[in-house]
């Protein structure tokens, strides 16, 4: 896929980390993604979590920040990934990060990006947590954007009508068909389940809906458990929640693990009942080994993945009742349980590496 011609750029991609999130991901595949295309390609993350497999050279001002996360270190990282940039003299550089400090995002966009080509990603429907609300701050602080690339179509229309930026493209994030073949490991796992896998943070993926949900269906009475696979702040009080209801039997969960997919692959479905996503990589992760989803509509994401009762459920949000019901037909249902689930692979083949491979290098090879 390489060519003497891209073989010359180099691009730099600016994450939060290399683990964890479902964004930080999406900059780890991307490094590879750019790599598998020839670019020279270095990664900056912001915090030192690495876990997910990467392309490039990694420049980790998080360990920098372990070391000293005092004022004056903080004024050392600025520096030192200031003549970096200085350094290498970067043909584009692909800014990933959640960016919700106008401050910080001032002295970045006006100091350290200056007279730099910078592509912004943006990758949640909750836009604050990249651009900020005052429409006239937003103007100035991005008036020297190359380029937006949204996740979806629905942020697409959301930060166009809001701010109405015309410099705004859609591109999924990319599934490494490579990176989650689901290895066969030795796992204690419920002969039947339902699994959510990803950050366990209330606010955003509102796992008190799923539990209500799961309650709510017929699922204890046919011997399907809830698997809910992740950590985050709200892990322990879920828990909790779990306990008090006499649930723990059914409903069991799991600690964050870097490989989840041989759990994803064993699993009779996979469920997310989100407030709001970005791409939800998990859905399509999901997909990609052959495990239907079922999902509520949430503020972007699952309506450009899924397609209702061909590969998964698409349900109203904030409906437990719904929700209970989309999980009792995929038991009951089993012409529409098979035909989501043989029909979940081919479903997610437009999010494959060679073609989101072809997004990116329009946009890198149509400026000079």
Same mark, same amino acid.
């Given at each position: 896929?390489?060519?003497?011609?891209?073989?010359?750029?180099?691009?730099?991609?600016?994450?939060?980390?290399?683990?964890?999130?479902?964004?930080?991901?999406?900059?780890?595949?991307?490094?590879i993604?750019?790599?598998?295309?020839?670019?020279?390609?270095?990664?900056?993350?912001?915090?030192?979590?690495?876990?997910?497999?990467?392309?490039?050279k990694?420049?980790?001002?998080?360990?920098?920040?372990?070391?000293d996360?005092?004022?004056?270190?903080?004024?050392?990282?600025?520096i030192?990934?200031?003549?970096?940039l200085?350094?290498?003299?970067?043909?584009? @550089?692909?800014?990933s990060?959640?960016?919700?400090?106008?401050? $910080?995002?001032? /002295?970045i966009? +006006? *100091?350290?990006?200056? =007279?730099?080509?910078?592509?912004?990603?943006?990758?949640?429907?909750?836009?604050?947590?990249?651009?900020?609300?005052?429409k006239?701050?937003?103007?100035?602080?991005?008036?020297?954007a190359?380029?937006?690339?949204?996740?979806?179509?629905?942020?697409?229309s959301?930060?166009?009508?809001?701010?109405?930026?015309?410099?705004?493209?859609?591109?999924?994030?990319?599934?490494?068909?490579?990176?989650?073949i689901?290895?066969?490991?030795s796992?204690?796992?419920?002969?039947?389940?339902m699994?959510?896998?990803?950050?366990?943070?209330?606010?955003?993926?509102?796992?008190?809906?799923?539990?209500?949900?799961?309650?709510?269906?017929?699922?204890?009475?046919?011997? @399907?458990?809830?698997?809910?696979?992740?950590?985050?702040?709200? $892990?322990?009080? /879920?828990?909790? +929640? *779990?306990?008090?209801? =006499?649930?723990?039997?059914?409903?069991?969960?799991?600690?964050?693990?870097?490989?989840?997919?041989?759990?994803?692959?064993?699993?009779?479905?996979?469920?997310?009942?989100?407030?709001?996503?970005?791409?939800?990589?998990?859905?399509?992760?999901?997909?990609?080994?052959g495990?239907?989803?079922?999902?509520?509509?949430?503020?972007?994401?699952?309506?450009?993945?899924?397609?209702?009762?061909?590969?998964?459920?698409l349900?109203?949000?904030?409906?437990?009742?719904?929700?209970?019901?989309?999980?009792?037909?995929?038991?009951?249902?089993?012409?529409?349980?098979?035909?989501?689930?043989?029909n979940?692979?081919?479903?997610?083949?437009?999010?494959?590496?060679?073609?989101?491979?072809?997004?990116?290098?329009?946009?890198?090879?149509?400026?000079?």
């Amino acid at each position: 896929m390489s060519s003497s011609n891209n073989a010359k750029k180099k691009i730099c991609i600016v994450t939060s980390s290399l683990g964890k999130g479902g964004a930080e991901k999406s900059s780890a595949v991307l490094s590879i993604l750019l790599h598998n295309l020839g670019y020279e390609v270095h990664v900056v993350s912001i915090l030192n979590i690495i876990d997910y497999d990467y392309k490039g050279k990694l420049l980790n001002l998080g360990a920098l920040k372990d070391k000293d996360g005092s004022f004056f270190g903080t004024l050392k990282r600025f520096i030192t990934f200031f003549n970096y940039l200085r350094y290498h003299q970067f043909d584009f @550089i692909i800014d990933s990060r959640s960016r919700p400090s106008i401050l $910080k995002q001032f /002295l970045i966009n +006006k *100091v350290l990006y200056v =007279n730099e080509k910078v592509i912004f990603t943006v990758h949640s429907a909750f836009l604050k947590n990249y651009i900020p609300d005052n429409k006239f701050i937003a103007k100035y602080l991005y008036s020297n954007a190359l380029k937006f690339v949204t996740v979806s179509k629905a942020i697409k229309s959301k930060l166009t009508k809001k701010y109405h930026f015309e410099n705004v493209k859609v591109i999924y994030n990319a599934v490494d068909e490579s990176q989650i073949i689901a290895q066969t490991e030795s796992l204690l796992l419920p002969e039947n389940f339902m699994l959510f896998f990803g950050r366990i943070e209330d606010e955003v993926k509102n796992l008190t809906l799923l539990i209500e949900s799961y309650k709510r269906s017929e699922l204890i009475a046919n011997k @399907i458990k809830l698997v809910i696979l992740g950590d985050g702040k709200d $892990k322990l009080k /879920l828990e909790q +929640k *779990v306990q008090a209801m =006499n649930f723990a039997e059914h409903i069991i969960f799991l600690p964050y693990t870097k490989n989840p997919y041989p759990i994803v692959s064993k699993a009779m479905c996979t469920v997310l009942t989100s407030y709001y996503e970005g791409f939800c990589i998990m859905l399509a992760e999901s997909l990609a080994l052959g495990t239907p989803v079922i999902s509520v509509n949430c503020e972007s994401g699952p309506a450009e993945i899924i397609l209702d009762t061909h590969n998964g459920l698409l349900v109203d949000n904030h409906n437990p009742d719904l929700m209970a019901e989309a999980m009792n037909r995929f038991v009951t249902d089993t012409e529409l349980y098979k035909r989501c689930k043989s029909n979940a692979k081919k479903s997610v083949e437009k999010f494959s590496m060679e073609h989101i491979s072809k997004d990116w290098k329009r946009i890198i090879e149509n400026y000079p």
